[in-house]
């Protein structure tokens, strides 16, 4: 069977060539004679791979000499935790809440410390994000300022990075990791589910600041120190070494791509093109601010929940997988990372006014 256009929110599409040449190593990886996920995390073999994927995320991130990549267990999701547990500990963080995953974090860091929460969008299901210069300046002794910079429920995606002011800043990129030019050297604490734009579901990536682990409590089960991962090269453990492996393919085609501004060109011209069409009628309507709109995440909806129902049925008919909203919200999502490929776009909006068309 041929492949199909995968819009889904993630595990999400990769790299053709990526995929190609992992169905390769997963037989005999650079010649060895062994598979990719049968080789030894501690072998020469592996210590290859893992140093390139971390020297790639530096490079592209735009990291100084103090900070260090990690590739951890437990998804996002233990980040909410690990992040507060660590360095808040009773301690004061704001956090600014623009979806369902940074209220999420929110509940967590409550159990560690006080949460300010200067700036939500809820009470409008999340439809934006604050603007550049919005926000009150972070309170005085302050330990972080956390935010989410892509909101893959809602849709909506911070096109600038808050002032943390003296506090250090913290950033789930899940959802928009490595998808347009950032300056990380602003950032004291990124963290990123591999699952959306460069890799399989299975690590977590962690950019911290060294200079921070002198500060986190090292009275935590030692699965939970950010140090002792620093210290072992994210080795404390078996890491997830098939997506560490695909995170290093990938990371390798951004840049073969003509790096992080190519890819963000090519994310635009995609989202501008869905965008279009639901601009384009009053059929279509979409659920996020203009000026909060995601290039990762395009939340649209025909305003009839059975139509947009219809659409999904009929899309997936046509070979356009994985456009329903997330079940919390409904309606339809197109989500178009870093490998979604302009085929599948094209093919999205030509059945989009074809739907349109026989349903308007």
Not at 120 to 127: F, M, P
Not at 191 to 197: H, L, P, V
Not at 294 to 320: C, K
Request: glycine share 10%; hydrophobic share 40%; aromatic share 8%.
């Amino acid at each position: 069977m041929d492949r199909i256009h995968n819009f889904s929110a993630g595990p999400a599409v990769l790299p053709e060539s990526v995929i190609r040449e992992a169905q390769e190593d997963l037989w005999s990886h650079a010649g060895s004679g062994l598979g990719i996920c049968e080789c030894s995390h501690r072998s020469p073999q592996f210590d290859v791979v893992i140093d390139n994927a971390r020297d790639r995320i530096h490079r592209l991130l735009g990291c100084d000499a103090d900070q260090e990549v990690l590739f951890l267990h437990g998804g996002a999701r233990t980040q909410f935790f690990m992040l507060p547990m660590n360095l808040l500990r009773g301690g004061r963080a704001t956090y600014i809440d623009t979806g369902k995953w940074s209220d999420g974090a929110i509940d967590d860091a409550k159990l560690y410390g006080t949460v300010d929460v200067p700036f939500s969008s809820k009470s409008t299901n999340y439809d934006r994000v604050p603007g550049p210069g919005t926000l009150p300046a972070v309170p005085d002794g302050t330990v972080y300022l956390h935010y989410t910079s892509n909101n893959t429920v809602a849709g909506t995606e911070f096109h600038h990075i808050p002032d943390a002011g003296s506090a250090w800043l913290a950033c789930d990129m899940s959802s928009d990791f490595l998808s347009r030019p950032v300056d990380g050297s602003k950032f004291s604490f990124i963290y990123a589910g591999a699952q959306k734009n460069v890799g399989p579901s299975g690590t977590t990536v962690v950019v911290i600041r060294k200079s921070l682990l002198e500060h986190c409590d090292t009275a935590l089960p030692p699965m939970l120190r950010y140090g002792l991962h620093v210290k072992k090269g994210s080795m404390y453990n078996t890491p997830a070494t098939f997506p560490i492996y695909v995170i290093e393919k990938v990371t390798a085609w951004i840049e073969a791509q003509g790096g992080l501004e190519a890819v963000e060109a090519r994310n635009v011209a995609q989202a501008n093109a869905i965008y279009g069409v639901v601009d384009g009628s009053d059929f279509w309507s979409g659920k996020a601010e203009r000026a909060s709109r995601s290039l990762m995440n395009v939340t649209f909806t025909t305003g009839d929940d059975d139509r947009d129902m219809r659409f999904v049925q009929e899309a997936a008919a046509a070979g356009l997988s994985g456009l329903k909203g997330h079940r919390s919200v409904g309606g339809l999502r197109a989500s178009i990372y870093n490998a979604q490929t302009d085929a599948a776009v094209e093919a999205l909006v030509s059945f989009m006014h074809d739907f349109e068309k026989r349903n308007g």
